[in-house]
């Protein structure tokens, strides 16, 4: 994060209990989350923090792959072709 300068806005905190991710999503402007498919397969199905934020009524952005099309709909968020980063910035 340092090379980038982000130290001061970006804050990766690890693993949280529910009521803390919940109390988190309550302040959010915007959920992000950005998912892979590994080398294997395996991927995110249909990811339940995503569907927390939308629960929420968070706006969401998230890697369309598969399950998660299906999840974040028209209005609700904005979905990312998968292994593109530069589209990430054109949001």
Do not use: K
């Not at 804050?11 to 998912?35: I, K, M, N, S, Y």
């Amino acid at each position: 994060m340092a090379q980038y300068h982000l130290t001061d806005q970006v804050h990766l905190l690890g693993g949280r209990p529910q009521t803390e991710v919940l109390a988190g999503l309550a302040r959010a402007d915007l959920f992000v989350l950005a998912c892979v498919v590994a080398q294997d397969g395996d991927r995110d199905g249909m990811p339940v923090a995503l569907a927390e934020a939308m629960a929420m009524a968070v706006p969401v952005i998230s890697t369309n792959i598969v399950g998660i099309g299906e999840l974040v709909q028209p209005g609700a968020g904005y979905l990312v072709p998968p292994d593109d980063a530069p589209a990430w910035l054109e949001l």
